[in-house]
């Protein structure tokens, strides 16, 4: 495997259900990233984890909570989901720890997510 | 509010023509820009990015402009292929709490046609 990888790329889930979205990053970086993209709007960051510390929370609701293991690892856990949560969640990661300078983010492929 | 707009949602080009994307922020701060391609069912990819200290940066059929004073940025690619048709993101890079984070514009949807 090489770059940035996500798992499962598509999941279904109801309002009631707990669930995991996985992120590995094969590219020995230091800051791993949480997106969500939504139809018709700009990518949203939702979390930022710079050396497996997380360094920004941008006003996610607590249904979404991250969880990063290791520098390589990155995790989603989902819980009593709204429809309105239906989007496409994409993980980066880039070289340096997040927020020490500029720096070239490179992107998985998203996990497409359904709400019912 | 929106900080990058890419007020164009789509572009349409015949093959082998210039596609030119164009890109506006409105934060001061941000000093360094990048743009990605998506195709669907895939991540963003990066593509080029430009520092503010320069106002072009070139890599073989991808040339990207700044203009710092009109707060503007494009993308210029040139011949067209086919194979470029995707959705086309400008993002810059401004100080957050955290320090440097990237601010996404909606996309473009560029086509060439042949």
């Known amino acids: 495997e090489t770059g940035v990888t996500q798992t499962p790329r598509h999941l279904v889930m109801g309002m009631t259900n707990k669930k995991s979205l996985k992120c590995e990053q094969h590219l020995g970086h230091n800051a791993m990233y949480w997106y969500k993209q939504s139809a018709k709007k700009p990518l949203e960051l939702m979390f930022v984890y710079s050396l497996e510390e997380r360094v920004e929370n941008n006003s996610v609701p607590s249904r979404f909570s991250p969880e990063c293991p290791n520098s390589s690892h990155l995790f989603l856990h989902l819980h009593t989901l709204q429809p309105e949560d239906s989007a496409l969640y994409l993980c980066a990661s880039s070289q340096d720890p997040a927020g020490s300078k500029r720096d070239t983010q490179y992107f998985g492929p998203g996990t497409r997510l359904t709400v019912l | 509010d929106q900080q990058v707009k890419q007020n164009s949602p789509s572009l349409s080009v015949q093959e082998g023509r210039i596609s030119i994307l164009n890109c506006d922020y409105t934060n001061s701060m941000f000093d360094y820009f990048l743009w990605y391609k998506k195709y669907p069912a895939e991540g963003p990819t990066f593509l080029i990015s430009i520092s503010s200290i320069k106002d072009k940066n070139e890599d073989g059929r991808f040339t990207v402009f700044l203009n710092k004073s009109a707060k503007h940025l494009s993308l210029h690619i040139v011949p067209s292929q086919p194979g470029d048709s995707a959705v086309y993101f400008c993002?810059?890079?401004?100080?957050?709490?955290?320090?440097?984070?990237?601010?996404f514009g909606k996309g473009t949807s560029l086509l060439v046609t042949p």
């Open positions: 993002a810059a890079s401004g100080v957050s709490n955290s320090g440097y984070a990237l601010n």
